[in-house]
């Protein structure tokens, strides 16, 4: 099984709470994805395209793959930081 999301990435727990009340207010995920994200994937609204298991982190991938289609995860915290997903597909 594969899937398709997104995601913002940044340093500090805080910054991923404040990104997600402004996703809960109505913003842009791909908006916030390229004015916070750290992640390369900014310039692309944070678009990881299509992924199956094994070729994320474990803690990414089980957060990403419990989302049902159109939710955004709490702060989901890996090595390189704190990431919001966003499943679309």
Known sequence: MKIKAKHILVKQEFEA???LKK?????SFEVLAKEH???PSN???GDLGEFGKG?????FEDAAFELKVGQISGPVRTQFGYH???RYA
Do not use: N, T
């Open 17 to 19: 709470k404040d990104i």
């Open 23 to 27: 996703l809960e207010e109505g913003k």
């Open 37 to 39: 994200s750290l992640c």
């Open 43 to 45: 310039v692309e609204g």
């Open 55 to 59: 070729s994320m982190v474990q803690s």
């Open 84 to 86: 919001l997903i966003f």
